[in-house]
């Protein structure tokens, strides 16, 4: 019956919060193929006439920062997510499988890691790659990575872990094949949804990452694409056009992860939320 005296309120609110959403991306999307000068006094106005001259000259830079960038993101989004959906499909399984109170106490503990923000012990982290002398390298990054995003992809595919039949794994074990076999010709398939999740939360995060490269790598060792914008910021000037047409070429990676991933998306983030 509220409804009916408010029809209005929930499109209102829709097209509010649609709005809110559009007028930065809509920005972005039109200063990448405007001309430089007309960013800073028109940064809304519509480009008329377009240009590609922004896209052509971050692609085409001498010191070739987008390509290095754009390199160095994809190898750490790489490893690190590979790394991760093993470590915690691994992991997720067998505390699932195992039960037990000492399983649970760990359960919690991993879930406790995701209330710490990664500001909050990167100074320690720092302390200790430096100690084991991988500071400033590709390796000391991803294992930064692994190691505070393990709890999110344990706490996905042990959700979706408990939607699995143990019942299955143990056809498969009379059958002779032993627990590396079980899980990884039987179980794993099955994760899919999971997986397809995972991939892309800790894709798009890794990828989006701006502080962690910027101190773990250094200003001088290395940089991806977050850094790279921000190291295509000159301290006396700024080329707008070039600044948002690398946020644009930056953006579009992770916009192809998701687009091939969707359809076991929302699949991966329900599954387990009824059962166990």
């Not at 006439?49 to 160095?72: E, G, I, M, Y």
């Not at 393990?150 to 009379?174: D, H, W």
Request: hydrophobic share 55%; net charge positive.
């Amino acid at each position: 019956m509220r409804g009916e005296r408010a029809p209005w309120a929930r499109p209102l609110t829709a097209l509010a919060v649609g709005t809110i959403f559009f007028v930065p991306l809509y920005v972005a999307c039109v200063n990448v193929i405007k001309e430089g000068p007309r960013i800073a006094r028109e940064p809304a106005s519509l480009p008329v006439p377009p240009t590609l001259d922004n896209l052509q000259a971050v692609l085409s830079r001498p010191d070739r920062l987008f390509w290095v960038s754009l390199t160095n993101s994809l190898i750490v989004t790489g490893l690190s997510v590979v790394i991760l959906t093993v470590l915690s499909a691994m992991l997720g399984h067998y505390l699932v499988r195992s039960g037990g109170r000492w399983s649970r106490l760990v359960m919690l503990l991993l879930l406790c890691g995701l209330m710490i923000p990664p500001q909050v012990i990167l100074l320690p982290i720092t302390r200790v790659l430096a100690t084991f002398h991988l500071m400033t390298t590709v390796q000391g990054l991803v294992l930064f990575n692994v190691g505070y995003y393990v709890p999110f992809g344990v706490f996905v595919f042990a959700g979706f872990m408990r939607s699995i039949p143990v019942e299955l794994e143990e056809a498969a074990a009379i059958d002779g094949a032993g627990r590396w076999t079980v899980f990884w010709q039987v179980v794993f398939p099955l994760l899919r949804p999971a997986t397809a999740s995972v991939l892309i939360f800790l894709g798009v995060w890794i990828w989006n990452d701006f502080l962690n490269p910027l101190i773990i790598l250094g200003p001088g060792q290395g940089t991806t694409v977050t850094t790279g914008v921000y190291r295509s910021i000159g301290q006396y000037q700024a080329d707008f056009g070039g600044v948002f047409a690398m946020m644009f070429l930056a953006t579009l990676p992770v916009l192809i992860l998701y687009l091939l991933l969707q359809r076991h998306f929302v699949k991966g983030l329900t599954g387990g939320a009824t059962k166990g």
